[in-house]
């Protein structure tokens, strides 16, 4: 590692600070340079080279190195670097990528709104459900139900609606009304000889005793991840979704399904709702939807919602909301061409047809002494790092996973330890030889961490 006095690992220990990381040890440790990027790989700046087991941060759908993507944004760069969408102006390149949101989302979800980053579109959606409830004149329907271990951001708001400990400690969060219901996970929270149809029902009952004993008329949505990301790669037990979108509309109670990480083939369907089967009435994506070669994302609602929030606006002249950036034209422009090499490509049918020999091929470490429980559908997965009858951590919570983590990273794979769990959600353009290099090289990490 390059540790001269003008070197950049110098230079970003002296002027950095960066998100997610413990600044102290950052101050000894230093950072790993990325320096550059070829299709499902990325180059340090030690010239070492590694498969990027985690698009990024879950998100380079289309690889490093597409230049479609580049030259989008140059060509939109040079015709119209920047346009708002404020008070009835609009560009182009912004309709453009609404219709195909449009055309793409599930069948009922009509209207797009852009934000710059998931936890903006998850702060948003929360303040479209306040206005819209405001308009229609009932106040008091304001809170949100989500789950505990669930990733919606780190802003105020959507930090709330997070419910994983790390994000909200000595940050004051929750700082709106949320109530966290039982994490769907059943390896973790099923009872002793509960069925996975009996936790399923028992999460469901849950949530309709916590809608009646807080009163319906106090709950606005309830928010879930159809496969939860960031608290560690969960998959939800059969039925369960059907099951939560049929009680919370019972209650009318509205249902967004946050596919930031999901959204665009990342499950084996085009949206997680979809594998799920059920339609929510709010959708949120980003990630995906760039490839996170430009920042946006897109929150997708029904009628029912738009028309509630259109006509509050009627009446009072306004919706007093939105970003300077919201809608970027470059963003959008990128956005487009990203979801036209997605179809083009046929990348959701290839998160398809590499499902079973990704997951088979991570489900094989399953018996591995580290290895509690391996869980993933299309091209994400988690495993967790734990004694296989206690199901409690081996040694200090989330040190196993850290260290699989990094004796991946030095076998020549990214992917990322959240909590006790290894996250691997690659690119959408990976290939079955680069499927059988993440199960090799994850393979050798494991085995030096013995
Ligand atoms: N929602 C989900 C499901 C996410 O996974 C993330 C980020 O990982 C967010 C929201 C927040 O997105 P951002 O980091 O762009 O604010």
């Known amino acids: 590692m390059n540790q001269r006095p003008n070197s950049l690992h110098a230079s970003d220990i002296a002027h950095s600070m960066h998100p997610y990381t413990n600044m102290r040890l950052h101050e000894e440790k230093g950072p790993m340079i990325m320096a550059s990027g070829n299709g499902a790989r990325v180059t340090d700046s030690d010239g070492k080279e590694y498969i990027e087991g985690l698009a990024g941060l879950w998100s380079v759908a289309v690889g490093f190195s597409e230049t479609r993507l580049a030259d989008a944004a140059y060509e939109q760069l040079k015709k119209l670097p920047y346009y708002h969408s404020f008070a009835h102006k609009a560009h182009e390149p912004s309709i453009r990528l609404a219709e195909k949101i449009v055309e793409m989302t599930p069948e009922g979800l009509n209207r797009v709104f852009f934000t710059n980053s998931g936890s903006e579109a998850n702060d948003t959606v929360v303040k479209m459900v306040w206005f819209l409830n405001n308009g229609l004149g009932r106040p008091e329907k304001k809170k949100f139900l989500s789950r505990t271990k669930a990733y919606h951001g780190i802003t105020i708001a959507s930090g709330s609606l997070t419910g994983l400990a790390g994000n909200q400690k000595d940050f004051d969060l929750p700082a709106i009304p949320v109530t966290h219901l039982t994490c769907p996970h059943y390896w973790r929270y099923g009872e002793e000889g509960e069925t996975e149809a009996e936790f399923t029902a028992r999460l469901l009952k849950e949530l309709e005793d916590t809608i009646i004993a807080e009163g319906p008329e106090t709950i606005g949505a309830f928010i879930g991840e159809p496969v939860m990301g960031a608290g560690g790669v969960m998959t939800p037990p059969e039925g369960y979704w059907p099951g939560v979108v049929d009680i919370c509309h019972k209650y009318d109670i509205l249902v967004v399904s946050d596919e930031v990480i999901n959204g665009f083939g990342r499950t084996g369907a085009r949206f997680g709702c979809e594998r799920y089967g059920f339609t929510p009435d709010i959708l949120v994506s980003s990630k995906q939807l760039t490839s996170s070669y430009m920042p946006l994302a897109a929150i997708v609602v029904n009628d029912k919602v738009y028309n509630a929030i259109a006509d509050n606006t009627a009446k009072l002249g306004n919706f007093g909301h939105g970003f300077t ?11 487009l061409e990203n979801l036209k090499i997605i179809e083009e490509d046929d990348l959701m049918g290839n998160a398809k047809r590499l ?46 996973a850290a260290k699989v983590a990094a004796l991946a990273a030095e076998e020549g794979l990214i992917c990322r330890n959240v909590y006790d769990s290894v996250a691997l959600c690659p690119p959408l353009i990976i290939t079955e030889d680069d499927v059988k290099e993440i199960h090799a090289r994850l393979g050798r990490a494991l085995d030096r961490t013995l």
């Not at 509690?372 to 559908?377: D, P």
């Open 325 to 335: 950036a919201t809608g970027h034209p470059v963003s959008c422009a990128v956005g």
């Open 355 to 400: 499902e079973p020999l990704f997951q088979d091929g991570l489900r094989a470490f399953a018996d591995h002494p580290l290895v509690g429980e391996v869980r993933g559908v299309g091209l994400i997965a988690g495993l967790e790092m734990a004694d296989k009858k206690t199901k409690q951590p081996i040694g200090k919570p989330g040190a196993v």
